[in-house]
C-alpha cells in the first residue's frame, strides 16, 4: 500500500514538474511578447473568433494557445488573461466550451492517425463542433445577458 501511494505521490511530482517547464516559458515568452505588442499582431488574424462569438477581442490568445497547446497548458493564459482582467465571465465560459469541444487538434489528432483514424475526418468535426456549440451557447448568453439589461431598463423607468 505504501508503495503505491509513493509511486502515485512521486508520478503526480513529476506531471507537475513536467507541465511547470513547459508552462512557466510559455507565459514569459506570452508576457514579453505582448509588451512589444508582438501579440497584438499574432492574435489580430484570429479576431474573427472574437466577432463571432460577441466577445472581446482578448479571446483570441486563449483559443489559439489552447488549441495548440491542449488545455493543460493553455489554462495558465487562460488564468492569466483572467486575472488580468481582460475576460469576463461570459468570455471566460465561451472559450472553455470552445476549448473543451476542440482542444490541442494537432496532438490529438496526430495520436489517432496513428491507430488508423481519418485525420480530416477527426480534426473537422472536432473543429465544426467546436464552432456549433460556442456559437450556439454565444447566442444563448447574450439573449439572456440583454434579456436582464432590458428587464434593469425597464425597472429603472418605472
Do not use: W
Not at 24 to 33: D, E, N, S, T
Not at 102 to 113: G, K, P, S
Not at 124 to 143: C, D, E, P, Q
Amino acid at each position: 500500500m505504501m508503495e503505491i501511494i509513493k509511486e502515485a505521490t512521486l508520478g503526480s511530482i513529476n506531471s507537475v514538474y513536467t507541465i511547470a517547464i513547459i508552462v512557466i516559458p510559455i507565459m514569459i515568452v506570452l508576457q514579453l511578447m505582448k509588451d512589444y505588442n508582438i501579440l497584438n499582431k499574432i492574435t489580430r488574424p484570429f479576431n474573427f473568433l472574437s466577432k463571432m462569438f460577441n466577445s472581446s477581442n482578448e479571446t483570441a490568445l486563449p483559443l489559439l494557445v489552447g488549441l495548440i497547446f491542449g488545455l493543460s497548458y493553455g489554462a495558465g493564459v487562460i488564468i492569466q488573461a483572467s486575472k488580468e482582467g481582460n475576460l469576463d465571465k461570459r468570455d471566460l465560459v465561451l472559450v472553455t466550451v470552445f476549448l473543451a469541444a476542440c482542444h490541442a487538434v494537432f496532438e490529438d489528432t496526430l495520436i489517432f492517425v496513428a491507430v488508423g483514424a481519418n485525420g480530416f475526418i477527426l480534426l473537422g468535426s472536432r473543429i465544426v463542433a467546436a464552432f456549433l456549440l460556442t456559437f450556439v451557447l454565444s447566442k444563448k448568453m447574450t439573449s439572456k445577458h440583454n434579456n436582464a439589461l432590458d428587464q434593469l431598463e425597464v425597472e429603472k423607468a418605472q
